[in-house]
């Protein structure tokens, strides 16, 4: 036996062994090597899976053949479940390492299986040598079995015992890798089971886009996918790689977790007065009636009374659309400062304002439904995200999400917040988050304050927010063209995913109606809407002129 070169083999297989991430692949490399580090003919590799062993691998040289059965073919071929079966003895035995010179010969075991592949295939299975791989907890994780052993002339000779120690030696490193393998992949599950939970908690607190963040990683999923098929043909050079596309969606799904601190009053906002219309509307009435009984006490004259009863009356039919309306113009902004101005004197000297400051400041927003010290609360949830994400170890192969999640309301011009980062600032996976929000806010069907977007609007938002230097001109050139050709069949499929995952929680906590639905049944019930602040829209309602269109989202 060559020393050296075995040696040398030896070291670069272990190096291999311990570098490799890879399940298969390495079950593949020690099946291999470990047939021809011992001259074998041929070798079988199952897994311990459940309970069970599961047939994973083959290797014949003479038949050349290298069977990599598939999972489900896997699962079709099971160990027996008795000690007669060779495997599953050695799977029950693992101190035990089976060296047997004739196995035809040894009839310790049932061997149907083993005579019925010799016939068909017109072979002969004589010297088997069948080990565990253990791992250093000694759990079993596998059995190998290797057969027939070959001299120089490729005649069948019994295995080393020396051999037993190298497979010995070669499945204990194996096992070691896998174990630390099993580890990284139980640290990742834990992350993402953390990440959906978070999901769940952040689109439960805003009922009316509950659907927002899975859709945004699924966009960005969608849209990774095609620029790297658009790679693949030559068409562009950006490549991006599986672990910035983990990156990515792993920020999708948490990008609006600082929303977990913005106030409910605020993140639910969805008209300009919220919970306040109410109380406005039946403070207008009480002072109708107030000047009406006034009037036929003779304690105003019935001309002021006519003007200011039809003025009250004017301005509660259109109250409505003040609190609304996804913009107002100069004349309704007019109207409403004429209100402002006036106040009711009742009989025992008490004033009361047809507005009060926060009602008229409500009702002087612009576009939208929050005020400026409101917009601010909401848009500090970029901030909260970071400050919640910096306190999670997001090592090596993460280490990007953080300022993904953080950043996707910052616009390529400087315009954005919370930082005002600029175009070299803003790295491809950030700018792409960007689009994939902005363009679900367009088009969500959820959203009680806004009509949803066509395809082509929410596309010609995104082009005019090219024009005005705020996003990437490529990734918007690629989304459109993507979502053009395939943006209904995404839809229908996740709605269809949604259905499911509806069925499966009404199976496992039975019909437990949620804080949205509940506050869906009130909205009913008192004709006030809430939901999700309507200040922060991409896109126009019906009938608003394109230069009104509000493009500053929060979503």
Known sequence: MQITEDIDRLLDLGYNIATEGNFYTLFDMILDSCVKFTNADGGTLYIAAEGKLKHLLDINRTLDSDNKKSSIEADKMDAADDDRDIFTYCYRHPEDMLNIPDIYSDD???????????KKHSYLTQSVL????????????????????????????????????????????MANTLTNMILIQDQEELLGSFVECMTTAIDARTPYNGKHTKHVARYCEEITDHINALHTRGD?????????????HMAAMLHDIGKMITPREVLNKATRLGEGYSDLKNKLEKIRLKMKIDMLENKM???????????????????????TAGFLTDEQIAFI?????KKFEDFDGSVIHYLTENENRALHIRKGTLTDEERETVQRH??????????????????KVMDIAANHHEYIDGSGYPRGLKDEQLDLLTRLITVCDIFDSLTADDRPYKKKMTLDQALEVLAEMVDEGKLDAGIVRIVSDYMRKNFDKLISEMK?????????????????????????????????RAGEPAALIYGQDAGMRPNER???GMN
């Open 550 to 552: 509000p493009l500053n």
């Open 130 to 173: 069948v080990a565990p791989i253990l791992e250093p907890g000694q759990d079993v994780l596998g059995v190998m079995m290797l057969y027939n052993c070959m001299d120089v002339g490729r005649n069948i000779i019994p295995f080393d015992t020396d051999y037993e120690r190298m497979v010995q030696s070669l499945t204990a490193q």
């Open 108 to 118: 310790r075991f049932d061997i149907n299986s083993i005579k019925q592949f010799d």
């Open 301 to 323: 004259q019935i001309e002021l009374w006519q003007e200011e009863d039809q003025l009250l009356e004017k301005f509660l039919e259109q109250l409505d659309t003040f609190n």
């Open 496 to 528: 269809e995913e949604e259905m499911r995952e509806k069925e499966i929680e009404e199976i496992a906590f039975g019909n437990i109606q949620s804080d949205g639905a509940r506050m869906e049944e009130q909205e009913k019930a008192s004709g006030v």
């Open 337 to 341: 400062d004429k209100m402002a101005e």
């Open 382 to 399: 970029v901030i909260y995200t970071a400050q919640m994400l910096s306190k999670i170890n997001f090592y090596g192969k993460y280490d």
């Open 236 to 248: 562009i050079d950006v490549f991006i790689s599986p672990n910035d596309q983990e990156q990515l």
